[in-house]
């Protein structure tokens, strides 16, 4: 169990920090700390869990690590959710509107923006995930394979940039 949950960290924290980023921004742009603690919260938890999945998949081979279009379908799904739970949970919390008043349309529109979301999970994701597998997998045998595919798609990169 510990193997499988040492292969989810990058992509939780690639997850949760995105959603403690939406909570700065709300800051800076002058809502309460209030707010934007909620707001970061009701993001960071439910991205983090998405990101942590999606880290579990390309750990497992199931989604193929560097393929946009897969990682793309994942979030088209995971990241409206995750927006209507945060939304959901900031509205309880605060004690607004708890659903969106068009809820199709809100969800309609964060598939849109999913894309963006998506690009750069998988840009940072990228970048994260072998740093991490590298200090794990001398304890975790997946972490090893998962480590030694993306040193193998790192070789096969640059025999082709040659």
Same mark, same amino acid.
């Given at each position: 169990?510990? #193997?499988?949950?040492?292969?989810?960290v990058?992509?939780?924290?690639?997850? $949760?920090v995105?959603?403690? /980023?939406a909570?700065?921004?709300?800051?800076?742009?002058? %809502?309460?700390?209030?707010?934007?603690?909620?707001?970061?919260?009701?993001? $960071?938890?439910?991205? !983090?869990?998405?990101?942590?999945?999606?880290?579990? =998949?390309?750990?497992?081979?199931? /989604?193929?690590?560097? *393929?946009?279009?897969?990682?793309?379908?994942?979030?088209?799904?995971?990241?409206?959710?995750?927006?209507? /739970?945060?939304? *959901?949970f900031?509205?309880?919390?605060?004690? !607004?509107?708890?659903?969106?008043? #068009? *809820?199709?349309?809100?969800?309609?529109? %964060?598939?849109?923006?999913?894309?963006?979301?998506?690009?750069?999970?998988?840009?940072?994701?990228?970048?994260?995930?072998?740093?991490?597998? #590298?200090?794990?997998?001398? !304890?975790?045998p =997946?972490? %090893?394979?998962?480590?030694?595919?993306?040193?193998?798609?790192?070789? /096969?990169?640059?025999?082709?940039?040659?």
């Amino acid at each position: 169990m510990r #193997d499988r949950l040492e292969l989810a960290v990058p992509g939780a924290v690639v997850g $949760a920090v995105g959603g403690l /980023v939406a909570g700065v921004l709300a800051a800076v742009v002058g %809502q309460p700390y209030a707010w934007a603690a909620t707001v970061s919260l009701g993001l $960071a938890v439910p991205l !983090g869990v998405f990101g942590g999945v999606l880290g579990l =998949l390309l750990g497992s081979g199931r /989604v193929r690590m560097g *393929v946009f279009a897969p990682v793309a379908l994942f979030w088209l799904v995971g990241f409206p959710l995750a927006r209507l /739970v945060g939304e *959901v949970f900031t509205g309880a919390v605060l004690g !607004g509107r708890v659903l969106p008043d #068009d *809820v199709v349309g809100f969800l309609a529109y %964060q598939g849109i923006v999913s894309f963006g979301w998506s690009l750069g999970f998988l840009w940072l994701h990228e970048r994260i995930a072998p740093h991490w597998l #590298d200090r794990v997998r001398s !304890g975790n045998p =997946l972490a %090893q394979r998962w480590f030694e595919r993306y040193a193998a798609h790192a070789r /096969v990169l640059r025999a082709a940039r040659r």
